[in-house]
């Protein structure tokens, strides 16, 4: 409880100091556009014909829209607090999980463990579509582990939390049918093992089918309130399944110094960027899980050695278990079109926070008869989290773009890999570029024009009204980009000021008034441009 508080008061302190992420805008009027779908009687149907959003849930964004005329917030910044409070409800849940298998200290690891991973701790303020349907998923995964701790006949609370859960996914993206396959191979499974014969299992199935089909007619209703597209043809989540494993457009992704277009990329892109990503004591906890999971199941099958009896080789921990890997495996096999690093795949991340909690409960299990050796491993684990704490905190409030020891930090991964791919220093960016012109000329009027490598609304949001944003780079008095895939470089100009952590230049602002002709034009064409 006293992690969940930090964590509310660090996001009540902070959701107002970042910048908008690329697809907001049309996020944000994808939900306006579903509420006036209900608003007229279903006779507007603008929604199901703006851009690709009809593939997408409406959940967040109708929830952003709705609270929108009642905030005193400007509307980013509201869809920053409520996605960061989503962000925090995601730690509370993977908590749960692991304190459901296995006590209050795996819990309290696994939220210290995912509450120092700046993929999602960081990345909660502005990922408004990531965050929150990785939070749906693990509320999934969370009541899923109940119902199967209770089959045959489990609790309405856990069926109501099932269903609901599964609804919210699915009413974000149609990727919440992981979340079913999760929960089916786990019901097969503990079934199955209570089962002497196939009568025995047919029995059991009996027995819980209409409890677990009243779950999933709850998760078809909040499915299709927040997602109605997905309900008007008998082939729309087919289709949207379809789209996003095949999905494909013209862009590049940085992996390892090389730029790819994200339809030829490794099938390690995702795996090579978690393991960079995630912080050194998740990556030790995820090292004991496998290794206490694999004594347990070989100790098992010792008919004269007592087995090892760990949460982590229980049958329960099937839908954690296949929502932390099998994402990953299906990535390696199928090699989906993707980019951001890991962005796409967040949801993967609490999942394997529950895993790597629970390894460093049974590694400090395995040594309590042992306290000098205790105590040792005790000031390890501090050490290490002590130092991605000091990280996090560095990266003030870019936490979203850190990488581990394994990567060199920032500056290893710099022009290497992702880094401010969201333009989230943007916000400062304006700020900084407002002060300089208040320096200067006091205040003068003054029309000055700004070229932006990034979506113009980014900027222009946190500018004041003496600049204006255009499209005409050659012609600007000044470029402001972020470093990501080089597009910094493509602009010439005098640095006058930069949003930098850890020594490494996030953003950068050239003032280019003084250039003439030539000098005025592209000097490096980037493939990042």
């Known amino acids: 409880m006293a992690l969940l508080g930090a964590l ?43 851009i690709n959003l009809h593939l997408y849930g409406g959940l967040f964004d109708m929830l952003a829209a709705a609270l929108e005329p009642y905030s005193p917030w400007s509307v980013w910044d509201l869809r920053h607090l409520l996605s960061a409070l989503f962000g925090v409800a995601g730690i509370a849940f993977a908590a749960l999980t692991a304190r459901q298998l296995a006590g209050p200290r795996a819990g309290c690891l696994t939220g210290l463990l995912l509450g120092l991973t700046g993929a999602w701790t960081g990345a909660m303020f502005t990922h408004t579509k990531d965050i929150p349907f990785g939070t749906a998923m693990m509320a ?92 008007m043809g008998w082939r729309n989540l087919f289709d949207a399944a379809t789209r996003f494993s095949h999905f494909n457009f013209d862009m590049k992704t940085q992996l390892a110094g090389t730029l790819y277009p994200i339809s030829q990329l490794p ?27 694999l004594l347990g199941l070989w100790r098992s099958q010792q008919p004269r050695m007592p087995v090892l009896r760990l949460p982590i080789t229980s049958l329960p921990l099937v839908p954690v278990i296949l929502a932390a890997l099998f994402p990953v495996l299906f990535s390696l096999a ?34 309590k008869t042992q306290r000098a050796v205790l105590l040792a491993a005790t000031a390890v684990l501090l050490a290490i989290g002590t130092d991605n704490l000091l990280l996090m905190l560095r990266l003030h409030p870019y936490q979203y773009v850190a ?23 943007a916000r400062e960016s304006a700020h900084l570029l407002n002060r300089l012109l208040s320096d200067e000329l006091g205040t003068a009027p003054a029309e000055l024009t700004v070229a932006f490598c990034g979506e113009s609304v980014q900027i222009n949001e946190f500018l004041d009204s003496r600049f204006r944003v255009v499209r005409d780079w050659p012609s600007a008095d000044f ?3 972020a470093t990501q895939t080089g597009c910094d470089k493509a602009m010439n100009g005098t640095l006058i000021g930069q949003v930098e952590r850890d020594g490494i230049p996030l953003m950068v602002i050239k003032d280019r008034r003084e250039l003439v002709g030539p000098d005025r034009l592209v000097i490096d064409e980037s493939p990042g441009n």
């Open 8 to 50: 509310l008061l660090f996001v009540l302190a902070t959701f107002d100091k970042h910048g908008l992420s690329n697809d907001e805008p049309v996020q944000h009027t994808y939900g306006r556009l579903l509420l006036a779908f209900y608003g007229s009687g279903f006779a507007d149907r603008h929604a199901f014909d703006y």
């Open 140 to 231: 999934a995964v969370f009541f899923s582990t109940g119902l199967l701790r209770q089959l045959p006949r489990p609790s309405l609370g856990n069926l109501f939390g099932v269903g609901l859960a599964l609804g919210c996914a699915m009413g974000l993206r149609v990727g919440g049918l992981f979340a079913l396959f999760y929960l089916g191979m786990g019901v097969i499974l503990v079934l199955w093992s209570r089962s002497r014969s196939v009568g025995d299992a047919l029995l059991l199935v009996r027995q819980c089918l209409p409890r677990l089909l009243l779950a999933m007619a709850l998760a078809i209703a909040v499915m299709a309130v927040t997602w109605p597209w997905s309900v």
């Open 267 to 293: 099938r390690t892109y995702l795996s090579h960027y978690l393991l960079l990503r995630v912080p050194e004591l998740l990556l030790l906890g995820l090292l004991a899980a496998a290794l206490w999971g």
């Open 334 to 367: 199928t090699a989906p079109a993707l980019y951001n690093g890991i962005r796409h795949f967040s949801f993967v991340l609490p999942p394997l926070a529950v895993l790597a909690g629970l390894g460093l409960d049974a590694l400090l299990t395995s040594l």
């Open 403 to 425: 990488y581990n020891h394994l990567a060199g930090g920032l500056d290893g991964v710099f022009r290497r890999y992702e880094l401010d791919y969201w333009n989230d220093g």
């Open 479 to 481: 470029f402001v980009s």
